[in-house]
């Protein structure tokens, strides 16, 4: 089974880490620093498979558009074609020496023409209801948190899973965040009580189930059943 590697990943520190600043001589002037291209992410990948290529791109297509656009939720769609807004990309061993790590520069106007065609970013990148207004006096025992989907082992699966969470009106704002092997974390927020939430996720004939044991970190763990 193919894995992947997705920061969520997206992993919006995680990119942020691996770029490695070699700091000024202690008598050189200071100068302003060159400010990160916004439209470049770099996130783990398990290997060098088409799969786990398109996946690893999928997640710095959504780093990159949190980045230029932040609150923008690429639809399943959107991140199933990301490979067609590359520049340019380049694979290179992380600074531990021991894992794949993927570098992808996406085209300016190509992002731009995304986020002027979709404007609004699915209907989960909205902001919040303002205090006081109907819709937030009516969210019964919100809140938000994390969870963690094992058995996503290719760029499908994710845009699948990402549909299904985006697709439930008791979820808003469901943004990947971090990967390992063939699971993701999704940061999520969740207009019911959680166990509501994860009860109707996981009823019979869907494609989640509820993990055995919890993944360390994660407030929730499922499956992805294909």
Do not use: K
């Not at 520049?87 to 996406?106: E, K, P």
């Not at 963690?148 to 985006?166: Q, Y």
């Amino acid at each position: 089974m193919l894995r992947i590697s997705l920061s969520l990943l997206l992993a919006l520190g995680m990119a942020a880490a691996a770029v490695a600043q070699t700091p000024p001589p202690a008598d050189a002037a200071p100068q302003a620093t060159a400010p990160t291209n916004p439209y470049s992410a770099t996130v783990p990948v398990a290997g060098t498979s088409d799969a786990q290529r398109d996946a690893a791109i999928a997640a710095a297509l959504t780093q990159v558009l949190q980045q230029v656009s932040p609150g923008f939720a690429a639809s399943p769609d959107v991140l199933a074609q990301a490979s067609g807004y590359v520049r340019d990309f380049r694979y290179s061993r992380a600074a531990s020496g021991s894992s794949l790590q993927l570098q992808v520069d996406f085209d300016p106007g190509a992002v731009s023409r995304l986020l002027a065609t979709n404007p609004a970013g699915g209907a989960l990148a909205g902001a919040a209801p303002a205090a006081g207004s109907s819709a937030a006096a009516a969210a019964p025992q919100g809140g938000s948190g994390t969870l963690w989907v094992d058995g996503i082992d290719n760029s499908h699966a994710f845009a699948s899973l990402l549909s299904t969470l985006r697709g439930n009106t008791a979820l808003h704002d469901v943004i990947p965040v971090g990967a390992e092997g063939d699971g993701v974390l999704l940061q999520l927020g969740f207009d019911q009580p959680l166990a509501t939430v994860l009860a109707a996720l996981t009823a019979p004939n869907g494609h989640l189930a509820m993990e055995r044991q919890p993944h360390p970190g994660a407030d929730a763990s499922l499956r992805w059943m294909p």
